[in-house]
């Protein structure tokens, strides 16, 4: 039997350089790739254009992807804002090879917000290149005139091409929200926009290696290449749309009483002694979370950690000293009988192998391991064939 006390939050998806409002913000670890592929791809291409700045072309391509950082922020920053207006849990914000992600807590998401939180990223980019296109005859000719005029387009491009109406992209979330409002099926909108994904991605790819031919020549290796990139990054996320719309149709039909092992929860000014007594009870169940007054969880208790104390030092050591630390939210309220789905929502926003159930204030009654989801889903597998 596993121990539910194995379950700990995943590393940090990068290095930290801001939080806002609470919210950490985050350069992914693969984002130094793309900012390599940016200045060997645009520092010859500079150089090339102006021959008199020699070796600094390429410190001019560089700055050039710290703008573009700057506005994969800025928009994912937008989503964030505007998540958290409409009460959503924002997690993080991440930078990364593929643009960024905002992830926050869709437990109790709706159509509208949804749509709004989706197309603010494609609002922020909008902006930027409005404003830098109004400076643009403000600014010094040479380098700064044409960062500003790169910065301009690759804004306005992002806006438009995220508004594309298919997940991955903002758009796609809009062609969910719309079939979630129509249908009242939150499933069912995502397998609609993860099919309209996969005919966005065909689209791309024909736009992106027909046009050259149409014109009369081949398309280029560059051309190839990045069209290969972004539509295997398009077809990728569609294909994940479409099964996850499907899986949560499947976990639609499983209980949380189904799959959750029994917890016991103690309050935060409890003692070492009072989890050891617990536990050694045999009433605690698989884990013991400790619950603040407040109604928080910073986390459970480590039984390792626990049974490192002198049996002398219990009673003087407090509870909160054997924590299994683990993130805010990673406890959800909810019936035993409600499906499944919330807590799903909730492992994958957070990055967690395990979420707590409390059923009723001050009370954690269960607990749910991604193993034990696993096996169920593959059970349900097993019984549709």
């Known amino acids: 039997m596993p121990d539910a006390t194995d379950a700990a939050p995943a590393p940090p998806p990068g290095l930290k350089v801001a939080t806002f409002g609470g919210v950490p913000v985050y350069i992914g670890r693969s984002w130094p790739v793309i900012a390599v592929i940016i200045v060997a791809t645009f520092g010859p291409q500079i150089s090339s254009s102006r021959p008199d700045l020699g070796l600094r072309a390429y410190l001019v391509a560089a700055a050039f992807s710290v703008l573009l950082l700057v506005s994969v922020l800025a928009h994912e920053a937008a989503h964030a804002v505007v998540a958290t207006r409409f ?24 159509p509208g917000p949804s749509a709004l939180i989706a197309v603010a990223g494609p609002a922020a980019n909008g902006v930027i290149a409005a404003l830098g296109w109004l400076l643009a005859d403000r600014v010094p000719a040479g380098v700064p005139a044409l960062l500003v005029g790169a910065v301009v387009w690759t804004n306005a491009f992002v806006a438009l091409f995220n508004l594309l109406p298919g997940l991955p992209l903002d758009g796609g979330f809009l062609v969910d929200a719309l079939v979630w409002r129509v249908t009242g099926n939150r499933d069912l909108g995502l397998v609609a926009a993860g099919w309209c994904g996969r005919a966005v991605t065909v689209l791309v790819l024909a736009w992106a290696l027909l046009l050259p031919l149409v014109h009369g020549s081949p398309p280029s290796l560059f051309t190839v290449v990045w069209a290969g990139v972004i539509g295997a990054f398009l077809w990728a996320g569609a294909t994940n749309a479409i099964r996850t719309g499907r899986v949560r149709g499947a976990l639609a039909a499983i209980p949380i009483a189904s799959v959750w092992r029994r917890a016991s929860s103690l309050p935060a000014a409890s003692t070492a002694a009072d989890a050891w007594a617990l536990r050694a009870s045999g009433l605690g169940g698989v884990a013991v979370i400790v619950l603040g007054d407040d109604g928080s969880a910073p986390g459970l208790v480590d039984d390792d950690a626990l049974r490192g104390i002198p049996e002398a030092a219990r009673a003087l050591t407090p509870v909160t000293a054997v924590v299994r630390r683990q993130p805010p939210g990673w406890v959800v309220d909810a019936d035993p ?49």
């Open 87 to 110: 009460g959503y849990r924002v997690n993080r914000v991440v930078a990364d090879l593929w643009g960024g992600h905002t992830a926050y807590d869709t437990a109790q998401s709706r």
């Open 337 to 385: 009988d409600a499906p499944v789905t919330t807590v799903v929502e909730t492992m994958q926003a957070l990055q967690v192998d395990a979420v707590a159930v409390r059923t009723r204030p001050g009370r954690v009654d269960g607990i749910v391991l991604a193993g034990d989801l696993e096996a169920a889903l593959s059970r349900g597998a097993s019984a549709r064939t």
